[in-house]
């Protein structure tokens, strides 16, 4: 992918900003962090676009985790001026998640691309399967567990999530919520989870990407730089749109919607690392 005509840059410029704009009126219809959007999307993309089957996923993950630097700077500064991050959990907390981000990020960068895929794959199966059959307000406790149980879901909230190129939303929300945790106090817990893991998780990509042959032009590492400039305007400009389109339709049917689609695609990843 070194040396694309204009044609094809323009091609990957254009998939991009399409990725930025899908995730934006998904995150917008659904209330959903981009990131479990963004990374299949690109996926799908640079598929089609055929890069290099080795590093693809490593991009998807390291330019997602990119635009959560901006997007989750936003979100954690809306959500601490209402209220809603829960510092006291953050300050016992971080240190785990931040150990499981640098553990989990140094794994990613060490497996193949088939084994990335593999990971997201199956993860997105769990997510889904929760959104499809977890009822609303059931919980699995009325509060979180002690240490040093709380300190290993803290871990694996950030590997696992660093790993699939995500935020704190995907995994902290109903990890929170499992434990009898107020709503919206866990998504904007989770929204500031996210930055905790997007920071290092960023900065690895970078690292472990260097110098890697077959990334798209204009990657710093495994940070596509075209799409973190593309994506991030687009999906903030169509969020509002995927809000308006939200309030137009049933979101029980737009959650079952998502879950499909979550469900179709790890399937799909699962098969085609498998088969």
């Known amino acids: 992918m070194e040396d694309l005509s204009l044609f094809s840059l ?13 995730a934006g009126i998904i995150a917008g219809l659904l209330g959903v962090g981009g990131g479990i959007v963004i990374v299949p999307v690109l996926y799908y993309m640079f598929t089609a676009l055929k890069i290099d089957p080795s590093v693809l996923m490593h991009v998807a993950v390291g330019t997602s985790l990119a635009t959560i630097l901006a997007t989750g700077t936003s979100s954690a500064r809306a959500h601490y001026n209402r209220g809603s991050v829960d510092m006291d959990l953050l300050k016992r907390w971080w240190w785990a998640i931040a150990l ?11 497996i193949s691309g088939g084994a990335l895929t593999l990971v997201f794959g ?6 889904s399967a929760n959104m499809m059959f977890r009822k609303d307000g059931s919980h699995l406790a009325d509060k979180l567990p002690g240490s ?3 300190e290993t879901l803290g871990f694996l909230i950030g590997g696992i999530s660093v790993m699939m190129g ?6 902290g929300v109903p990890t929170l919520t499992l434990f009898n945790y107020p709503i919206r106090k866990a998504v904007g817990t989770a929204a500031a989870i996210g930055l905790i893991i997007a920071v290092p998780g960023t900065l690895l990509s970078i690292f472990f990407g260097w110098g890697e042959e077959g990334r798209p032009p204009f990657s710093l590492g495994y940070v596509n730089l ?7 305007p687009a999906s903030t400009l169509a969020a509002p749109w995927g809000a308006k389109i939200a309030h137009a339709i049933d979101p029980s049917k737009l959650k079952l919607v998502f879950a499909l689609f979550l469900g179709f695609t790890g399937l799909r990843m699962i098969y085609g690392v498998v088969f």
Do not use: D
């Open 148 to 150: 040093p149980i709380k």
């Open 100 to 110: 499981g981000v640098i553990a989990g990020g140094t794994l990613a960068g060490n």
């Open 10 to 22: 323009g091609l990957l410029a254009v998939a991009l900003l399409a990725t930025g704009l899908v």
């Open 166 to 171: 995500i935020g704190g939303g995907t995994l």
């Open 226 to 232: 075209i799409g973190f400039f593309l994506i991030i």
């Open 122 to 127: 199956i993860v997105a199966l769990a997510v």
